[in-house]
């Protein structure tokens, strides 16, 4: 988490998650990095600040996201001026297993207002394919399926389980293969029944050009985190668009105050469910007035802002180092 704070006594905050695994950065890297650019900043013009930390974006994406969108807070960017309500579906994952417990936790789901889910595959592709009719068969004509394979098989199994898939109720199907393995994604793409969703690999404006040229891909997944800032995932969403590509947005792993700031990008640039949805899972929220969710969606009213419950996000906070 980053705040900031100006000589004219406003201020911003913003976070981002890096998550271990799928990328080459590394908290430790991410912390160095914003502590460099933080002392940095000192009595320089803001944006003079998101010059240089957008220069440096390679070295730590996730990292600079943080910042800069905190600074984007700062001055009150306008997709975060809410001048009427709007209303955003999320999706929500399937965790069961049992045939019994998916069907109860599917109705419970559906009554609760959510009609897109995902479905996590990519451990064993016969038991895969089996779980998945499974939950096709729960949600037949209730609800639509995006499946996961979040870069756990191989080209070969991410081929066997294309070939073995009723396409039925399904969306897309994400990522099956390592992020930099882009021909095996695209063999898989070529093959699959559903179009393919990149994921890890969709960092900047070259990535999606390329991700538009793959037969098969019709879906890129974007990320606040991963594109260094709010006009840069406008810009994102609308280049998947111009590529002739769907986007999808959201982290799953994203806190509140990132599903607030990928949710205010949506109501401009999205027409599905937002993946947005890690603030749902913690027990503690970090807003004093919490993102409004009901029904399977978030809604924004006219005039929505956030304040960090500031006693949430001290007990929280491992550490803390400040620049003045």
């Known amino acids: 988490m980053v705040e900031v704070e100006d000589d004219s006594g406003r201020s911003g905050f913003a976070d981002a998650h890096i998550s271990p695994g799928s990328s080459a950065e590394t908290r430790e890297g991410g912390w160095a990095f914003l502590l460099r650019h933080a002392k940095a900043a000192i009595g320089r013009d803001v944006s003079d600040v998101m010059a240089d930390l957008l220069l440096d974006f390679e070295e730590s994406k996730v990292a600079t996201t943080s910042f800069v969108t905190a600074l984007e807070v700062l001055r009150k960017h306008p997709m ?95 990522q099956p293969c390592e992020a930099d393995e882009w021909e095996a994604n695209g063999a898989v793409a070529t093959a699959s029944p559903v179009p393919l969703m990149l994921d890890e690999p969709i960092c900047t404006l070259q990535d999606i050009a390329r991700a538009g040229e793959m037969p098969g891909v019709g879906y890129c997944k974007l990320k606040l985190k991963r594109f260094g800032g709010l006009d840069r995932l406008r810009d994102g969403m609308d280049a998947v668009r111009a590529h002739g590509m769907h986007p999808v947005l959201g982290d799953g792993l994203g806190s509140e105050t990132h599903a607030w700031l990928e949710a205010c990008v949506a109501r401009q640039t999205l027409d599905n469910a ?51």
């Open 80 to 174: 975060l001026v809410l001048s009427h309500d709007s209303a955003h579906p999320l999706l929500a994952p399937v965790n069961s297993l049992e045939a019994r417990e998916i069907e109860e936790e599917l109705d419970i789901a559906i009554a609760t207002g959510f009609q897109t889910f995902k479905v996590k595959v990519g451990k064993d592709v016969d038991a895969d394919l089996a779980r998945v009719a499974v939950i096709q068969r729960a949600t037949a004509g209730k609800a639509t399926l995006r499946l996961d394979a979040n870069r756990a098989y191989s080209r070969a199994q991410a081929l066997e389980f294309v070939q073995g898939l009723n396409p039925d109720g399904i969306e897309l199907f994400e």
């Open 274 to 324: 937002g993946e947005f949805n890690g603030f749902l899972k913690p027990q503690s929220r970090l807003f004093e007035n919490p993102l409004p969710f009901d029904q399977g969606t978030i809604t924004l009213p006219a005039g929505y802002w956030p304040k960090l419950d500031l006693p949430t996000v001290e007990r929280l906070t491992v550490d803390t180092v400040t620049f003045r």
